[in-house]
């Protein structure tokens, strides 16, 4: 499981500082048929977003030209558009870091994908069938194997198939598209404080939704994927004093 606790990226003289993975963990193969700076930007954002980066990391212009042997101006763009995505923080005289994690960002981000998820599910639900529900069991035992077989990594991705899965059901594809956008800073906080312990507990709770629209109960499904999607302020509120200090207000 991925967890960086002891990063260390309290905010000080405001930018925050880490001791995690920097740059050097980042791999990239610049295909030169393509944009550079889109490259560069895909493999540090997709870093942030499973904190390989952790919140704090600097991002070092010089660092990342030679760790993907590639020149400036593209690097460059690419801080620029993680800027522009609240992903890294820009301080002239200091550098670029990765942003912390704010809270503000992960209620807004959970709200979005509430709203979001929930109006999907209510379009799904009348038109329930076997089959889907066939299909989502198989992602749920997808999650048991990848728990079983302690992949943090491929129980993040199994946990986005199951609720995309609400996207293609409804015929929205781009309605998820918009939830992951969305969902960004919900995920960087799940990846940096999940709980292996809690994994089982969310296969109970994908399990509810599915049952419930087994049983033709919508409400009872939305009641049940809404106290799943809320389980991010639990796992806020239980934080220790000590680890909330490494979220940003
Ligand atoms: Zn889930």
Not at 37 to 56: K, M, S, T
Not at 141 to 163: L, M, P, T, W
Request: proline share 4%; charged share 25%; hydrophobic share 45%.
């Amino acid at each position: 499981m991925t967890k960086n606790t002891n990063a260390g990226f309290a905010g000080r003289g405001g930018h925050q500082e880490a001791s995690g993975p920097g740059i050097e963990s980042v791999e990239l193969v610049v295909n030169r048929y393509g944009s550079v700076a889109d490259q560069v930007h895909a493999a540090l954002r997709q870093a942030i977003v499973e904190v390989r980066l952790a919140p704090g990391a600097p991002i070092s212009e010089n660092s990342i030209c030679r760790q993907f042997s590639v020149s400036r101006t593209p690097v460059r763009a690419a801080i620029q558009r993680l800027s522009e995505e609240g992903l890294v923080d820009v301080y002239p005289q200091l550098g670029s870091f990765v942003a912390p994690i704010r809270l503000g960002e992960i209620q807004d981000s959970h709200f979005i994908r509430r709203s979001l998820e929930v109006a999907l599910l209510r379009e799904v639900a009348p038109k329930w069938t076997k089959e889907m529900s066939r299909t989502m069991r198989d992602v749920i035992a997808e999650q048991e194997r990848v728990i079983a077989a302690n992949d943090a990594n491929g129980f993040f991705h199994a946990d986005e198939a199951f609720h995309r899965l609400l996207g293609t059901f409804s015929g929205r594809e781009g309605v998820w598209q918009a939830i992951l956008a969305a969902k960004v800073t919900l995920s960087r906080f799940h990846r940096y404080w999940a709980k292996p312990e809690r994994l089982p507990a969310v296969i109970e709770e994908h399990l509810a939704v599915v049952d419930a629209l087994d049983q033709g109960d919508a409400d009872a499904a939305e009641r049940a994927l809404v106290t799943h999607l809320d389980m991010v302020f639990v796992i806020y509120e239980q934080l220790p004093e000590e680890e909330r200090k490494h979220l940003s207000i």
